[in-house]
């Protein structure tokens, strides 16, 4: 579910703005294009328009820059009326180049799953466009000056149908619907979706059972980077872990002394996904800062000065990056591993378009003991992170261990009761304070809600017995999240 924050009025007001100055803006400026234009400039402007309409319907399929595409359509379809159906002027082969254009940058964001490529280049055609216009409007303006010099007696002095003063004003709705489209025509962070949660939070239970749905449903591979100090690399290998709880012994928690990095990758369609997850016996929400982030590439830095602290800043985020460590630097990881993870956390948080916090089910099930602490000091933790890395990204709450909170056993997890007991749990957590604050946050973030487990057969007066498999229930949720 969506947490529904208090949504902004001025989003249809936005709209009706750019509609109203963009029509405004032709009405008075039209007829001094259409009879001034030439084939070329014909053929530009023909262009652009195709190039902002198709990119503007591209972007509809993201939910972080539907705003912006509804408001280019809201712009630039008044020039559809006043170029072609009143005036006839656009060409056909220019439209036909623009719309190939358009087409290209949504077909690349849907393969990749990256739309910050359609905004980002949309940005640059729309700079140029307004550009260009600007100067267009500066040689009619002048025309009409020029004009008015060699009448001698002013025309538009005192009269009801000044057209300089249209002009004019034309100027500033230009440079007000750029200003806007600047704004909300936004680029947005890569949609890989990172998921993070302190120890015990349920990760490595979540992450076994995403690599059942992904390998399931989504032709799902998986890859691993493990680090321990202890030789028990192939233990965290996610096939010994599923093994280990087929004998019904449950994954035991990594040590400080060991770091396990996985990648789920899967396709829907044409569109790609991608899940990273960091299991570390250590624990940094509260050390996730810029500065603590600073210190730590420096640290890395002073055990491996081969490596630059720019390199260092640049591709710690990237799993590539850490096997390489691994493979050339394994006796200097042991001694700064957590340095090494605070830092890739860190950036990977930054550069991820879509976060997933954690938050563990036993916090709910004992609210009334310790849980009510614990559940305060984490969400705003996660508060505070999300003002941290906000821009441009999407956040998603999950409680794990749902079954221990409600019995789920025989609850379908696409079902309507489930979704019951998803809002019972959210409203569980609304008497805390720094939810609540997360809860505000949804008016300019795009914040959801999921209460998942990874063993749906298991019912809460059976806490006892160990999971023997896994058995998702709202999983589903989480990797559409990703999509």
Known sequence: MRIGGERSLLDPLIFLLCLSLSTGFLVATSQHIVSSITWYLAAILSFFLALFLSSGLGMLFEERLK???TLLLAVFLPYVYFFWYQDDILRLDSLVLGLILGTSFILHALINNQFDIVAKKTRFFLKVFFAGMLLYLFFIFVKLVIAEYIRGIPQYVLTGSNELLMIILSFFAIYILFVVLMKYVHRISASDVFVYGPSNSGKTFLLVALYNQFINYYHGQRSEIIISSSREEDYYRIENMLAELKKGRQPKSNQKTDLALYTLKGKKFIK??????VDYGGEFTENLTPDECLKAILDLNKQIPEISTNIFDEMISKHEFIKMLKEKHPDEL?????RLVLAHVYKKLESAGKVIFLVDGDHIVSYHEDGASSLTKLFGQ??????????????AIVVTKADKIKNISDVMDNSRDARIIEKEIFNMLTEIETFKEIQNRASKETIHFYAVSANALRSVDQQGENIKNIYPWGVEQIAKFGF
Do not use: N, W
């Not at 790609?272 to 997850?277: A, D, G, K, Q, R």
């Not at 996660?382 to 956040?395: A, I, W």
């Open 67 to 69: 705003l912006g595409g």
């Open 272 to 277: 790609p996904i991608e899940f990273s997850f």
């Open 334 to 338: 042991v001694y700064i591993l957590d």
């Open 382 to 395: 996660y508060s505070r992170m999300m003002e941290l890395f906000g821009d441009g990204k999407s956040y």
